[in-house]
């Protein structure tokens, strides 16, 4: 058996595992890369000079980071440390909820269009247009109500906008490959700078708050704002939000698994030839799961505004470059967005505890993350090529309208 076919039966067999393999798979990676990080931690600690009181020991040998503190604040740290008699909820915790709920919105909008055999990288620029649409579009009707009812009218509106102009600027891309056949990856990466750039520009200028050295708009009334159920409003977090993409993640599975469009989806993104051939119109599909992305990716920046800042401001977190790896993670499937988001909120918000509770570089935190998020990526990456492969490999599509005769028959 030579090394090519050996790699394909990897590939199939990773295509072909079960729910429950794909979890100690996961569990299994996630395992391997703390061994790995923890190895690099003691390496760089004996790459640096300290006390022999502040050092640890292992084996022997004293080391400058341990490695046991480094991985129980990264991890226990995000949760504000609940083990400690004054723990809590509104600490650490809603730091990671409110990391959570973003990576919700911008992983299934990456994940959406993966499904449908599009790689749309702008979810990025998508959530920066409906951020910035949400704001004006809110700052421009809230003089008309106030209050509570303020609050039920103006968020429902907010999140209306972001995903109207979100949806707006991804059906872009989208009548530019079905209609044009523009390759995706570069229109999303090239309308990602249009938007940062425009964003910049009117909210610089003709939009700048007059009061702000910062280049924003003005800051949305507190009514407009998310308001914040069981939890403090010093981190920046509401439940409801929250509740949002939870509603989001159950209704983009029931869309994908039990709708017409759903249907149409998988099966452009599993076998676009044989969906054709079966009656599903590509064009119309490609812009229709862009457009939804976009709108995923819209309400995202709704979230952004309305729940984290109170007002839009250039210099938006790259939370849709990080739903790319969300996406991945969860291998495009919805409900495992869920479980990636929270897994990348608890390191994005655990990262911050680790710089602050530890003597250990930044950038060694960063790798840190990284190897982790490689190597929980690594199984479901490869087992989309595998399913890719064997679609490709072991099912024959008739290209020529299966008429007796015709080119497959040769």
């Known amino acids: 058996m030579t090394v090519r076919d050996r790699a394909r039966d990897v590939l199939e067999r990773l295509a072909t595992a079960s729910a429950t393999e794909r979890i100690l798979i996961s569990t299994a990676a996630l395992v391997l890369s703390i061994l790995v990080g923890a190895v690099l931690v003691l390496i760089a600690g004996r790459m640096t000079t300290c006390t022999a009181n502040e050092a640890v020991y292992y084996f022997g040998t004293g080391f400058c980071y341990d490695p046991v503190l480094v991985f129980d604040r990264l991890f226990l740290g995000a949760l504000g440390n609940p083990q400690s008699g004054g723990w809590s909820p509104d600490g650490q915790f809603s730091v990671t909820l409110r990391e959570t709920t973003l990576l919700l919105f911008t992983g299934l909008s990456v994940a959406l269009a993966f499904r449908a055999g599009i790689f749309n990288i702008g979810t990025q620029g998508q959530m920066v247009v409906g951020a910035l ?39 872009i ?10 390759n995706e990856v570069i229109t999303t990466i090239m ?37 914040t159920v ?44 044989a969906a054709e051939y079966g009656g599903v119109d590509a064009g119309r599909t490609i812009v229709a799961s862009l457009t939804l992305s976009g709108a995923l990716g819209g309400i995202a920046g ?73 190597f929980v990526a690594m199984p479901e990456f490869f087992r989309l090529i595998g399913k890719r492969v064997t679609d490709a490999g072991d099912r024959v599509v008739a290209t020529d309208g299966g008429r007796p005769g015709g080119e497959e028959d040769e």
């Open 173 to 182: 891309p989208g009548l530019l490959k079905a209609y044009a056949e523009a």
């Open 302 to 374: 709704a979230m952004y505004v309305m729940m984290i800042l109170g007002t839009f401001q250039t210099g938006v977190p790259d939370y849709g470059f990080d739903g790319i790896t969300v996406s991945i993670l969860a291998g495009n499937n919805p409900l495992g967005v869920g479980v990636a988001a929270l897994l990348f909120g608890v390191l994005k918000s655990g990262t911050t505890v680790v710089q602050f509770a530890t003597d250990v570089p930044p950038q060694l935190v960063g790798v840190l993350r990284g190897l982790i998020i490689l």
């Open 133 to 171: 649409a949400t704001a004006l579009g809110v700052l421009w009707v809230s003089p008309l109500v106030s209050g509570v009812v303020g609050t039920v009218l103006l968020i429902p509106f907010g999140i209306l906008v972001g995903a109207v102009f979100g949806g707006l600027y991804g059906a």
């Open 191 to 227: 309308l990602n700078f249009i938007a940062t750039g425009v964003a910049l520009y009117l909210v610089s200028g003709v939009f700048k708050d007059p009061n702000s050295p910062a280049n924003q708009t003005v800051p949305l009334p507190e009514y407009a704002q998310f308001p």
């Open 230 to 273: 069981l939890f403090g409003g010093q981190q920046d977090f509401s439940l409801i939000a929250l509740a949002f993409g939870i509603v989001a993640v159950v209704g983009l599975y029931y869309i994908l698994e039990y709708t017409a469009f759903g249907y149409d989806v998988r099966t452009s993104g599993i076998q676009p030839d």
